[in-house]
């Protein structure tokens, strides 16, 4: 199961340059396990992890640097946990 992120005006990596699109596609596995998990968890470019109030999802973008993109740790959970009652972990 996939979880795509569209992201529209991200700051771009070249000052001056206008705001652009980005779609980021990770697994729902590692959304889910990076929500319970206060260090980053991925072995890839992309990588999440909780804080006390956020979760972060990090990727190396196409220049290599770090973008990170912060949600609410709530709504991330609640999307998670509504994805997997409607599918289930392993039964994709």
Not at 31 to 36: E, M, S
Not at 49 to 69: H, K
Not at 79 to 91: D, E, H, I, K, T
């Amino acid at each position: 199961f996939a979880v795509i992120i569209d992201i529209h005006g991200h700051r771009p990596a070249t000052p001056g340059a206008a705001g652009g699109h980005t779609t980021w596609t990770i697994g729902r596995d590692l959304l889910a396990d990076g929500l319970r998990s206060m260090v980053p968890m991925g072995e890839g470019a992309v990588q999440v992890q909780a804080t006390s109030v956020l979760t972060e999802v990090s990727r190396i973008d196409e220049t290599g640097q770090l973008v990170v993109l912060r949600l609410p740790w709530w709504n991330t959970r609640e999307f998670v946990r509504l994805s997997q009652a409607a599918v289930p972990r392993g039964q994709e």
